[in-house]
């Protein structure tokens, strides 16, 4: 009922996406002391230096996947990446790794509002959605694209997609 209370309730499209190639950093991330938005700070401050983008631009937060990674709780330790759309591999600066996610069908969620918000999604998504769907969760990284319809962390018409992998 929460969810309904704080209109979060969100039908996800499901479709097949293409395998994505992305170039960025990568940490380990616990939710409980705010290591996720640091890490995307680190990210802002170099992500110029990426090379093969594509002109889309497109941003990606992958949680790499593990199978106690739905069991999400604030003081799990996880493995996050954060990158740009690439082209190719090629000429990779060292501060950064290469990851692919892997095409398939997704469950794709689209988050609208600000960052602050998202954790309401994801309780949604995992509390809700998970418990209640026909559709079987895969075991491959699940990822947020931030487009063009991302307007900044704050603003209220921000929208994001949640991809979660599906069999």
Avoid at 4 to 29: A, Y
Avoid at 118 to 126: N, R, V
Avoid at 139 to 146: A, C, L, P, T
Wanted: proline share 5%; charged share 30%.
């Amino acid at each position: 009922m929460k969810h309904l209370v704080e209109n979060v309730t969100i039908k996800p499209v499901i479709k097949k996406i293409d395998s994505i190639k992305v170039i960025g950093i990568r940490d380990k991330v616990i939710l409980e002391d705010d290591s996720l938005p640091s890490l995307w700070e680190r990210f802002r401050e170099i992500h110029h230096m990426v090379p093969n983008t594509l002109p889309s631009n497109r941003a990606f937060g992958i949680c790499e996947a593990a199978p106690q990674i739905h069991l999400l709780s604030e003081t799990m330790e996880f493995n996050e990446i954060i990158g740009l759309e690439v082209s190719s591999y090629e000429s990779i600066p060292s501060l950064f790794v290469s990851k692919n996610i892997d095409g398939g069908k997704y469950a794709v969620f689209t988050h609208t509002g600000s960052l602050d918000k998202l954790d309401k999604t994801y309780e949604y998504i995992w509390g809700t959605w998970f418990l209640s769907t026909k559709e079987e969760i895969d075991i491959r990284d699940d990822f947020e694209i931030y487009d063009e319809r991302f307007l900044g962390p704050d603003n209220v018409d921000s929208q994001i997609d949640i991809c979660i992998p599906i069999k």
